[in-house]
């Protein structure tokens, strides 16, 4: 057996068709997209056709769509650009957000920029949207930032439902949905959303760029100054190839997502069959086994404690498995997983994310399921 990869969550391999779109861009198609002479002009057409086919596919303007290095700097834009701009002086989160929202409004609320609200969660690790209301009801000028899908444990928000609470209160709503993207389609004329963000690096496309959509009627000033690139909202020589890998990525999600989905959907549900009926004493964190509301591309997994609990993605990893995870934080340390403290998941049980896309295969999660069987009889 070949060396299994089960962490697409974190990031993809590339696409064959992404990377043959992409080499005449640095072979040939070199020309900088600010110069007005014929190869600057050639490349400043395929990034507005890259421009063009992403809006089609999210059914939005190209006008809404703005090309950065990737989905960090797309939440930090958005966040920190909105309540700059917006005079926003409270945003509501989760703790159980990417770092690229936490930390950075995290460090607004340090400035003084904001007040920093958390809402609730249920057992499951889903937002209280009784709770979300109360906050929205009892402060104005807020930024409501809260992802789609959990990058760790898979857990799903209905993004209609936080919009229309949004609009309903007057709030500004941005979500991470790096996760979501290319997996789940996004109607942008339907949905009630100021800022949403897509990295390529997440669906079989390049790293080093993503997009941020920004809602027409919620403009904002520049984050990154120096230039006029993106209609003057994004300093910097455009990463051309890579816009064209990221069109291409998500035409190719978009052409086949039905079919994929049914597959890398089989093989969650596999996987969480055989899980539960060979292991004793495992525990699916968050909702990440209920596969209507989870990412079907993840499953979360925390595993008996054992005294060999730290080596447990090493023994994954010597048996030619590639996944990630980890406890929860433990009292005074700031290692291991926000997420699973969160929920108060034991630091003493060992878990593990397993994330699948399109190449993975059945026989690949039989393996895993067996040498998860093998190396817990070992440590058992």
Known sequence: MNRIYLDNAATTPMDRAVIDAMLPMMESSFGNPSSIHTHGREVRNTIERARKSIAGLLNTSPAEIFFTSGGTEADNTAIVRSIEDFGITHAITSRLEHHAVLHTL??????????????E?????HIDLTHLEVLLRDNPKTLVSLMHGNNEIGNLLDLNVVGQLCEDYGAIFHSDTVQTMAHYRHDLQQLKIDFLVGAAHKFHGPKGIGFLYINAKSKITPFIHGGSQERNMRGGTENVYGIVGLAKALEIAYSGMDEHRKHVEALKARMIHRLSTELDGIEFNGDSANLERSLYTVLNVSFPPSEEADMFLFNLDINKISASGGSACTSGSDIGSH???????????PSVRFSFSKY????????????LVSILKVTA
């Open 360 to 371: 993975n295969t059945v026989e690949e999660i039989d393996y895993v399921v067996d040498k």
């Open 339 to 349: 997420v699973l403290t969160a929920l108060n998941v034991s630091p003493e049980r």
């Open 106 to 119: 995290e460090y607004m609320a340090k400035k003084g920029k904001i007040k920093l609200s958390y809402v």
């Open 121 to 125: 969660l249920d057992d499951k690790g």
